[in-house]
Each structure stands twice: as C-alpha cells, then as structure tokens.
C-alpha cells in the first residue's frame, strides 16, 4: 500500500489491531515487527512522527533484540527523524549501521541513505563520492539506486555558472519526503521561473505528478506526467 493511501477509517482501525497485539505480546520477536509497521503507520500515514520515533527508540531498547533487528530499526528511525525535520540525527543512526554492518547489504543500504541525506543537504560533491563506492554495491538495487542518482547529479550539474537550481532540487525533494507538498511545490516552481530551460524541466514535472498523486490527485499526476 503507497504511503498516504489508506481510507481514515482503515487506518483508525489498523492502529488498533496493532496497539492490541502489541499490549498482549510486548515482547515477542512478532511485536517488534508490529510495532516497526505500527510507527510506520504514525509516521507516513497519519502524520505523527513524535509517536513513531517515541515507537521505535523503545523498541531499539529491547535487550532480547538480535543486532541485525536493531539496525534495521535505526534505519527506519534515521528515516523517520528526517521526515521530522532533522537532518542530524539521521546521519548519526546511518553512520552507525554502516560502520556495523560495513560488508553487508544493510551497512551499504545504509550507505545511500547517508549520501541521499548529502544530497538533500545539496552537499554534492560529498554524495557523489559515497556514491561512486556504492555503483559496485553487494546487492542490484543498492547499485541501481547509487548509479541513478549519481547520475542525476552530473547530467543536472555544470549546466550554469551556480549550483542553485540543483540546490532548490534537492530541498523540494526533501520537501516531497517529509510530505510537505506546498513548500516543495514553490521550490520546483522557483526553478521553472528563475531557470528557464534548465535540464530540471523533466524532472520538476515528475516531481509534480509524485506528489499530486501521492495526495491522491489523479488527474493532476496525469496532467504532468502527460506534459513529459
């Protein structure tokens, strides 16, 4: 189910399935993953980040947790505290699961998501180099994804003598991942009326189209996306 699509009334009841299995088997190893879809919920479907970080962080506590549950939980945090707004605190939990799991696919999962945060920060040339490393990742998608973006940032760099239109990029990127649709409405706007003509012309139309459909707007999304 894509985030954002569930009807009020399934999610209400959803919530409570979760918070009553959760109540009666706190403790299982099949409460963990309750309660990592129950922070899911909070954070992407109900727009509740304080209560899925509050979710997770207790349950990244639980001492019967295997190392590798626990990583995959701080991944999940990391992204949740980026949809929260804090760009900080995720590269901490990045950091940590790449650096303990450095030979794996979670350690380079990881990886990307610490040079996909560079890269929100419009810090470039610093994802460009996690990125380069990860071209040749462990696992086809962890790859895909490296050499997608790395990519993205070439063919769109170096085209002015400023790095601005890239910088807005980013940020309403960012903006459409912390599911705050007016503001990086006005970001991709700005690139259109202040860049004429840039390589971004495409990308900003499917930008577009993501988000009006991830706010359900049908008929928008196929607006845009029938302009590319």
């Known amino acids: 189910v ?6 009020p009334l399934e999610l209400d009841a959803l919530e409570k399935d979760f918070i009553e299995y959760i109540g009666d088997n706190i403790y299982t190893p099949r409460s963990v993953s309750i309660q ?3 922070a899911t919920l909070y954070a992407y479907y109900k727009n509740d980040t304080k209560s899925a970080i509050d979710i997770l962080e207790r349950t990244n506590s639980i001492s ?4 590798r549950i ?6 999940q945090l990391a992204d949740i505290y ?3 707004g ?9 950091s940590q699961v790449e650096k303990d799991f450095a030979e794996e696919a979670l350690g380079q999962e990881a990886k ?10 419009g810090e470039f040339e610093w994802a460009q180099t996690q990125l380069e490393v990860l071209k040749a990742g462990t696992t086809q998608l962890i790859s895909n994804n490296a050499i997608k973006l790395s990519l993205f940032i070439q063919d769109n760099m170096g085209m002015d ?12 990127e960012l903006l459409i991942f912390q599911n705050k649709f007016e503001e990086a409405q006005e970001d991709l706007e700005a690139i259109s009326i202040l860049y004429p003509n840039h390589t971004l012309e495409d990308e900003i139309l499917f930008a577009l189209g993501k988000m009006s459909e991830k706010q359900r707007k049908w008929q928008e999304a196929i607006a845009f996306y029938s302009k590319i």
């Open 86 to 94: 804090d760009v900080w605190e995720p590269a901490l939990l990045y």
């Open 82 to 84: 980026l949809i929260s």
């Open 112 to 121: 990307f998501k610490n040079a996909r945060l560079a890269y929100f920060r």
């Open 161 to 172: 003598s400023t790095e601005q239109p890239m910088v807005l990029y980013s940020q309403a």
């Open 64 to 67: 019967i947790l295997n190392q």
């Open 2 to 7: 894509q985030e954002g699509f569930l009807p």
């Open 70 to 75: 626990k990583a995959e939980t701080k991944l």
């Open 36 to 38: 990592r879809k129950l």
